[in-house]
């Protein structure tokens, strides 16, 4: 009996989350389907970042189906974090078709929030250094309207310039970063850039076409 891959990304998910137990959320993203608001097909764990069956996607599954013209790399062992704070250690692996196109994504998140202060505790007591701070990682989103936020957010980081102060330059830099990232592909996400901005929708659109 053959077993399809969407079925084999199951058991091999049941297995890790055997292994390692209530701290690592695997999930299965299903793109083969148009509705990119509910991309999420399985899901080990998902109280993790309170996501579920049938819930939106992660910036990964934005950025594969914004490219999925192109050949997607891996991306290991990375660090995200929870709409609550906890820091996880991320992998997304994208499962690809005959054709070369992403159809699925393998994604695991551990918590190692706990081992982190196990970490920062055994640091202070074996050295007399200042703690290092590191750059916050990207927040797991479990609805697109959240994650467009967080784009947004990014965006304007990025900048490194609140809005009100920014040039058209400024601007164009902003918003081409979120079109990379995919956030147009979220439905009426036009809409809330272009006012969040304080720019028309035709204006919007022709700065995303103007590094074309």
Do not use: W
């Given at each position: 009996?053959?077993?399809?891959?969407?079925?084999?990304?199951?058991?091999?998910?049941?297995?890790?989350?055997?292994q390692?137990?209530?701290?690592?959320?695997?999930?299965?993203?299903?793109?083969?389907?148009?509705?990119?608001?509910?991309?999420?097909?399985h899901?080990?764990?998902?109280?993790?970042?309170?996501?579920k069956?049938?819930?939106?996607?992660?910036?990964a599954?934005?950025?594969?189906?914004r490219?999925?013209?192109?050949?997607?790399?891996?991306?290991?062992a990375?660090?995200?974090?929870?709409?609550?704070?906890?820091?996880?250690?991320?992998?997304?692996?994208y499962?690809?078709?005959?054709?070369?196109?992403?159809?699925?994504?393998?994604?695991?998140?551990?918590?190692?929030?706990?081992?982190?202060?196990?970490?920062?505790?055994?640091?202070?007591?074996?050295?007399?250094?200042?703690?290092q701070?590191e750059?916050?990682?990207?927040?797991?989103?479990h609805?697109?309207s959240?994650l467009?936020?967080?784009?947004?957010?990014?965006?304007?980081?990025?900048?490194?310039?609140?809005?009100?102060?920014?040039?058209?330059?400024?601007?164009?830099?902003?918003i081409?970063?979120?079109?990379?990232?995919?956030?147009?592909?979220i439905?009426k996400?036009?809409?809330?850039?272009?006012?969040?901005?304080?720019?028309?929708?035709?204006?919007?659109?022709?700065?995303?076409d103007?590094?074309?």
């Amino acid at each position: 009996m053959n077993i399809s891959r969407l079925d084999m990304l199951k058991q091999i998910a049941a297995g890790l989350s055997a292994q390692f137990g209530k701290d690592c959320e695997i999930v299965v993203h299903d793109l083969t389907d148009d509705s990119l608001e509910h991309t999420i097909v399985h899901i080990e764990n998902g109280g993790l970042t309170g996501r579920k069956i049938g819930d939106g996607p992660s910036g990964a599954v934005l950025n594969a189906i914004r490219h999925q013209g192109e050949p997607l790399k891996d991306k290991l062992a990375y660090l995200t974090r929870t709409e609550n704070g906890r820091i996880l250690k991320s992998s997304t692996i994208y499962i690809h078709n005959d054709k070369g196109r992403p159809c699925y994504i393998f994604s695991i998140n551990y918590d190692i929030t706990a081992l982190l202060a196990l970490e920062n505790s055994v640091h202070a007591l074996i050295t007399c250094e200042e703690p290092q701070t590191e750059a916050s990682p990207n927040v797991i989103t479990h609805d697109v309207s959240r994650l467009l936020d967080e784009l947004i957010e990014q965006s304007v980081a990025l900048v490194g310039v609140p809005v009100p102060l920014m040039t058209k330059e400024d601007k164009i830099k902003a918003i081409n970063f979120l079109n990379d990232a995919g956030a147009f592909l979220i439905t009426k996400s036009g809409d809330k850039v272009a006012k969040y901005f304080d720019i028309s929708k035709y204006t919007l659109y022709s700065y995303v076409d103007i590094n074309k």
